[in-house]
């Protein structure tokens, strides 16, 4: 087996609001956006349209939001599970300094950054949707 990529899929409540989140706080990018109506793929957000899935990028990394109702139609095996954190998402960043500053008067629900026994430097952040992503960089 080869893997090719990771790109964790999120059950959201609001499809434009995760994207905001995520564009605002750490820049990335919308790639495409799925209607509910499912009948077209935008690459932009069109005012008025309803959405049920989104992909977002940043450098190699791929995120999807998928609305949650249809979340849990797709993807049987979730049974209904509430949406947030029993994992949490890791990122290595070049930058965590820079990063964790950039964020500091955002009011979001982030920890310090603190230094970790095996050897990184990480802070972590829960997002609008109650999902836990840490940022870290090894230590120098």
Not at 10 to 15: K, L, N, R, T, Y
Request: charged share 25%.
């Amino acid at each position: 087996m080869t893997l090719r990529a990771f790109s964790p899929n999120f059950a959201v409540s609001d499809i434009r609001k995760s994207v905001a989140f995520y564009k605002e706080n750490f820049g990335f990018n919308l790639v495409m956006g799925v209607p509910v109506s499912q009948d077209s793929v935008d690459t932009d957000f069109i005012e008025g349209k309803e959405y049920v899935y989104a992909m977002i990028n940043k450098d190699n990394i791929s995120l999807m939001f998928q609305k949650d109702d249809s979340f849990y139609d797709d993807i049987i095996l979730a049974d209904r599970c509430q949406i947030g954190a029993s994992v949490s998402f890791y990122f290595d960043v070049e930058d965590l300094d820079e990063l964790y500053e950039s964020l500091q008067n955002k009011k979001l629900n982030m920890t310090e950054i603190k230094m970790t026994w095996y050897g990184q430097r990480e802070f972590y952040i829960k997002d609008n949707n109650g999902y836990i992503l840490c940022f870290a960089k090894q230590a120098e």
